[in-house]
């Protein structure tokens, strides 16, 4: 994905849905509804139904071969996708549990682009042919079945927003986060440093750098290990790699 051009204007959620009013919702409040003060990002609604052609501005259908529920029509869809790229965003998502599902690496290739536009679907989701003729990247949340994208692209964006520059006040926040380093977060504690009879572990009372660094590495290990197998294989496949990596620049420095 091609990096930011220089332009005037901040990194666009362009959302195409049939109930533009959910939207900021609640990414009007907190980081993002401020950073959305500031001017750090944008946020456009087109309201699908806006492009049905007869009066009763009909944008879905019953399926061909029958069964139950709706389907969006691929020509209303197309319309508003039409309008949507315009000025080139890109790219256009659908967000559908059929995607590719949801994860960091992918927020932040979404972020260090212009922006997204987001096509939320709703009833039986979209006719295939709109999907292949408009080359949409398909993205899910989760392995369940919301009742329309909406959620969905609440979700991304606020996960996209709080990555752009400024957004976030410590960058250091950022990088020690669950996913960052490929392995979960370490438990956090504050005051008070003993509540019901549970203390703090004591290592994150002793003001000693280096052995809370080491502490926290090996709880987001063994957290990761416990809870997520798949994060963990491939967690230990790039310290294996990197391990490769440092042995062969040695061999050729040597
Ligand atoms: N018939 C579809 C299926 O079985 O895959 C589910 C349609 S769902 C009721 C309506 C819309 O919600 C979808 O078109 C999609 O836009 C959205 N949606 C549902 N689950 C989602 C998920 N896990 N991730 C992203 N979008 C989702």
Redesign the pocket.
């Known amino acids: 994905m091609s990096k930011a051009p220089q332009s005037q204007s901040p990194w666009t959620a362009r959302i195409l849905t049939l109930f533009p009013e959910m939207f900021p919702g609640p990414l009007g409040h907190s980081l993002a509804g401020k950073a959305l003060e500031r001017g750090d990002w944008a946020i456009e609604t087109i309201d699908i139904r806006g492009f049905a052609t007869d009066r009763h501005r009909t944008v879905d259908d019953t399926p061909f071969g029958g069964g139950p ?1 709706m389907v ?1 029509r691929p020509d209303v869809v197309d319309a508003a996708l039409d309008d949507a790229t315009r000025d080139g965003l890109a790219p256009a998502i ?6 590719r599902v ?1 994860d960091q690496a992918l927020v932040k290739e979404l972020s260090a682009g212009r922006g997204v536009v987001l ?8 006719d295939e042919r709109v999907i292949e003729a408009r080359g949409l990247m398909e ?11 909406e ?2 692209a609440i979700a991304l964006i606020d996960a996209a927003v709080r990555l752009l520059p400024g957004v976030m006040g410590a960058e250091e926040t950022l990088e020690e986060e669950s996913f960052e380093s490929g392995l979960l977060e370490y438990p956090q504690y504050t005051r008070p440093a003993e509540w019901c009879g549970r203390q703090v572990p004591d290592v994150l009372m002793s003001g000693h750098h280096e052995k809370i660094k080491a502490w926290r590495k090996l709880q987001a290990e063994r957290t990761t290990q416990s809870r997520r197998p798949d994060l963990w294989a491939a967690y230990q496949k790039r310290l294996a790699q990197d391990g490769a990596g440092q042995n062969q620049k040695k061999g050729r420095a040597s």
């Open positions: 529920g969006m659908y967000l559908t549990p059929r995607g949801l096509l939320c679907g709703r009833y039986e989701g979209l993205v899910s949340l989760g392995d369940f079945v919301l009742s329309g994208g959620p969905a």
